[in-house]
């Protein structure tokens, strides 16, 4: 199973990422946003979580029009499986890959902290790891993590059982408490909590593990 | 030749930047401020010619997420 992490200027959570990619069994390489193109036959891309240009214009805006992401929206639009953590998750719904907004938190403050998440849906290579109704404890460090979408956006998103994780305690203002949402074909997930921070006992937790076993145990399989 | 472009919050959508200005007006003693918006203007210095289309392509494809915020292109 071969995984790419994307690396932006500002990015700064690519390495926890690809150690929770590797821990997992994946061959994990990093990609510069300027390269054009992904490595060969990757099946899994994972935009990590930081400040890629330094949340200039809006958080992932500037990363979205960058060449690499040209190469991430193919991918995705090939069935490839795409994960966006926190940063990651900004800048794909700023590409279009995920709907929704993710605006400044409501309370102002930039939230950092470990909080109990539920899965909401085990229908997905992201969330087969866990039973829907589980609580798992994921680190939030976000200022801008206010997930927002349009009502019939939500109510899509609803009906679908498209929404992955919701927090227990709403920390940033996201409507329907909402920390996670999965694209139409289920293969494009991206999440504001850090499941990368939870995959070692060193972490406090290890919660996010099931996550990246069972992705890279479905596509190692496919 | 140059334009300006407002970009703002849609109606509608929660603006917690601007409630704080509001409540930070209100301590300073202003009075009657019942509601405060917080957008960003941003100035295009561009060929001469450039189409108001263009200008619409920019603010469609980076210059505002549309999924929250609205814009207004002014030329000058």
């Known amino acids: 199973m071969r995984a790419a992490v994307i690396v932006f200027p500002g990015s700064n959570c690519d390495r926890d990422m690809a150690v929770a990619l590797r821990a997992a069994g994946a061959d994990v390489s990093m990609v510069w946003h300027k390269d054009p193109d992904l490595p060969e036959s990757v099946d899994l891309v994972a935009v990590p979580g930081g400040f890629s240009f330094g949340d200039y214009l809006r958080c992932g805006a500037i990363a979205a029009q960058s060449p690499i992401c040209k190469a991430i929206v193919a991918h995705a639009a090939r069935g490839g499986y795409v994960l966006g953590v926190c940063n990651g998750f900004q800048v794909l719904t700023e590409s279009g890959l995920l709907p929704g907004a993710l605006m400044r938190n409501a309370a102002l403050k930039f939230v950092c902290k470990t909080l109990d998440l539920k899965v909401e849906t085990s229908s997905s290579a992201f969330t087969e790891g866990y039973n829907a109704g589980d609580l798992v404890a994921f680190p939030v460090a976000h200022h801008d993590g206010n997930y927002t979408a349009d009502p019939d956006t939500l109510a899509r998103l609803e009906a679908d059982e498209r929404i992955a994780f919701r927090y227990t305690q709403n920390p940033n203002g996201s409507v329907a408490d909402i920390a996670g949402v999965l694209s139409d074909n289920r293969r494009v997930l991206g999440m504001m909590p850090h499941p990368e921070r939870a995959v070692d006992t060193g972490h406090g937790g290890t919660d996010g593990q099931a996550l990246f076993r069972g992705l890279i145990g479905q596509l190692a399989n496919a | ?76």
């Open chain 2, 1 to 76: 030749m140059k334009a300006r472009v407002h970009v703002m919050l849609k109606n509608g959508v929660l603006d917690p930047q601007g409630e704080a200005v509001r409540h930070a007006l209100g301590n300073l003693g202003f009075d009657g401020v019942s509601g405060v918006r917080q957008g960003k203007v941003i100035e295009l210095d561009l060929a001469d010619g450039t189409s108001e289309d263009t200008i619409t392509d920019m603010c469609e494809k980076l210059l505002a997420n549309t999924v929250i915020e609205s814009y207004r292109v002014e030329l000058l």
